[in-house]
Structure formats: C-alpha cells, structure tokens
C-alpha cells in the first residue's frame, strides 16, 4: 500500500517547493492548508498518515502563533500522542525543541533550545555539506558528505548529542539533521531545494518512518 504523507501549510513561507519534492515520491499526498486545522485534527483521529511534515521559514514566535491560530497546534500533538511519524524542515526542526532565543516556544518533543548561528556573516545560504553517523538511516546512499542547500540564522542545540544525525559547518559545527527511528526525524537545510540529493533524503525519512525499505530510493 502506498503511504499516505501530510504536509501542514499554517501559511509560514511557500511550500510550493517541498509539495513538488514529496509529489515525486511514491506516497499518497495530502496537503493540509491555511483554514484546515479542524479537519486535519479529525484526519488525524480517524485515519492518521504514516507520516507529517512540519515545514517552516522565520522565526520560532511567529511559527508558534501560526501555528495555534490555524489549530495545527493541536494537530501535531494528537499526531505525536498517536505516534504518527514527524518530519521537521528549517524551522519545522527547530519548533522540536523547547524555546528560542528570538524568543518563542516549540513543541518541547526534544530538550534543548535554538541560539543564533555562530558565524561571521547571516543567514547562512547556499550550499554546504552534511556528514551523516555512519548509522543514521537519513544518510543512505548519500556517500560521506553529501551537499544541501541552507537557508537559516539559528540552529538547534539539543541536551542529548544521540538525536544528532549528521554535522554541518558554517562558522561553528552544528547539528543539521536529527533522527529518532521511527517516530522523529528533522533537516536544517532544504531537501526540496536540494536536487538529487534531496529526494534521495525524503525517500530515506519515508523509508526510515514506515520501515519499508522499498520506499526508496527515489528514482528521477
């Protein structure tokens, strides 16, 4: 069967991009729009998807509130209460943990906070690598260090360093990708930005989230 993703849209940016990522993938999509928080909160209690992206662009504060204002809020807690599987990108990363220093608060799903990046010029945009743990299933078939495209002034600082599943650096090391198989996983950078690589990425959270190693490799 073929597994049913959902995309949260609480109107944080444009994620037109990471839509088209997932619509390449072998997945049956559901995209969860501005104004849908009722119905997505049903969705979740009724009949769940195997996995929920939480995407983001700004600042942890104005995500939060989106968030709340269009009951997604509550959709992501049922989701986890329910063990769906969540998938958090850029900022949707960031709201996993408990507090910001722009202020604001996330989730509280992992301990830890998300001080500003420690380097010479901000945002960090463009291309840089990723080393992922040897064991971390996001870094299948991605060699030893793979290229992603960032775009972030903060990252996160979890309290316990086995979350992180793989480095990046730019002025200071810092974690770029998270894993806890099978129920949370997470990327600093932008996948559906990202080409190849990329989708290689989602194919590797979906395949990691619903233990169907045939979900992937993504083929272009």
């Given amino acids: 069967m073929v597994p049913r993703v959902a995309v949260i849209d609480y109107g944080i ?25 009722a119905r997505a909160l049903d969705r979740v209690r009724r009949d769940p998807p195997r996995l929920l992206v939480l995407p983001g662009v700004g600042s942890m504060a104005h995500a939060a509130e989106a968030l709340e204002a269009e009951g997604y ?9 329910r063990a769906v ?4 990108v850029c900022l949707g990363m960031q709201l996993l ?3 910001g220093e722009e202020g604001g608060h996330g989730f509280g799903f992992l301990a830890g906070d998300v001080p500003e990046l ?40 979890p309290r316990d360093p086995a979350v992180i599943a793989g480095e990046t650096i730019y002025g200071e090391v810092f974690p770029s990708a998270l894993a806890l198989p099978p129920l949370l996983f997470a990327a600093q950078f932008h996948p559906e930005l990202s080409g190849v690589n990329g989708h290689r990425l989602l194919a590797n959270v979906l395949a990691a989230a619903t233990g169907d190693q045939e979900a992937g490799p993504w083929q272009g």
């Fill in 13 to 37: 940016g444009n994620i037109g991009s990471i839509v088209a990522a997932w619509r390449r993938q072998p997945v049956d999509l559901l995209v969860w729009a501005p104004g849908d928080g």
């Fill in 73 to 81: 809020w509550e959709v992501v807690l049922e989701a986890r209460a």
């Fill in 97 to 99: 943990f408990e507090s």
């Fill in 85 to 88: 599987p969540l998938f958090g």
């Fill in 118 to 157: 420690q380097a010479p010029r901000l945002p960090h945009m463009g291309w840089n690598q990723v080393r992922f743990r040897p064991d971390s299933p996001l870094g299948a078939g991605l060699g030893e260090a793979p290229w992603f495209y960032f775009v972030h002034s903060y990252r996160v600082r």
